[in-house]
């Protein structure tokens, strides 16, 4: 496809277990971000890829989100122990490179932990 | 942490009439960015404006930044029931530092 896709669109999971969200990221695109975004805020930085590696993961909130990018196109946001505190929209965006460019932004993936 | 302040957090106008949101960050930037969510979902980005540059437009859209104010506003003309949606002003503080920091966003409402 021509856009950011994200999957699933939807995932509900129980307090305490693993979850994976997938980003298929613009062809060409070397820099991939995640943010989440909760209900009534703005998107969120969580971490930024430049190619295959992490450029920047200042903003996992924890040691329990990790994030992988091994070929330098999809990305693969894990959670572990999930917590009702992470439900939330996570969006992923790509760019031709990082920063003064526009970043495209994928349409989300809602997790809810119940 | 969310650096951009948008404001008015939300707006409601009449179809036709203008609309005019504003945005103030807290430290330096490389460029500012806005950005429409349509529901909650994925963003779509309007424009973006260089810290050396005062104004930009893109078709119905105009863009001023203020850097020694720290401020920026977006302005849309004309205004269709499409452009309801939520708007937010990203900024990109460069110096090393990657990944965009958003505002809480302004809601537009536009009545037919």
């Known amino acids: 496809g021509a856009g950011v896709s994200q999957t699933p669109s939807n995932k509900v999971t129980e307090k305490g277990k693993y979850v994976e969200l997938r980003c298929d990221p613009i062809?060409?695109?070397?820099?991939l971000y995640w943010y989440r975004q909760s209900l009534g805020q703005g998107p969120e930085f969580l971490i930024y890829?430049?190619?295959?590696?992490?450029?920047?993961d200042s903003g996992l909130p924890n040691d329990r989100f990790f994030a992988v990018r091994p070929e330098g196109s999809v990305s693969t946001l894990k959670i572990q122990r999930t917590e009702r505190g992470d439900s939330a929209v996570y969006l992923c965006?790509?760019?031709?490179?990082?920063?003064?460019?526009?970043?495209?932004f994928g349409q989300g993936t809602r997790l809810t932990v119940v | 942490s969310q650096q951009g302040e948008e404001d008015p957090q939300a707006l409601s106008i009449q179809e036709g009439e203008n609309a005019t949101m504003n945005c103030s960050y807290k430290t330096s930037i490389n460029n500012l960015q806005w950005y429409r969510q349509n529901s909650g979902r994925g963003l779509v980005h309007l424009i973006l404006i260089r810290s050396n540059e005062r104004e930009k437009h893109s078709g119905r859209l105009r863009v001023t930044l203020d850097t020694s104010k720290k401020s920026s506003s977006l302005l849309i003309t004309a205004s269709r029931a499409a452009d309801t949606a939520s708007y937010f002003c990203?900024?990109?503080?460069?110096?090393?530092?990657?990944?965009?920091?958003f505002g809480k966003g302004t809601h537009l409402i536009i009545q037919p």
């Open positions: 890829f430049q190619g295959t590696g992490a450029a920047d």
């Open positions: 965006a790509s760019s031709l490179a990082g920063g003064y460019t526009e970043a495209f």
């Open positions: 990203a900024t990109d503080p460069g110096g090393g530092a990657d990944g965009l920091t």
């Open positions: 062809s060409g695109h070397t820099a």
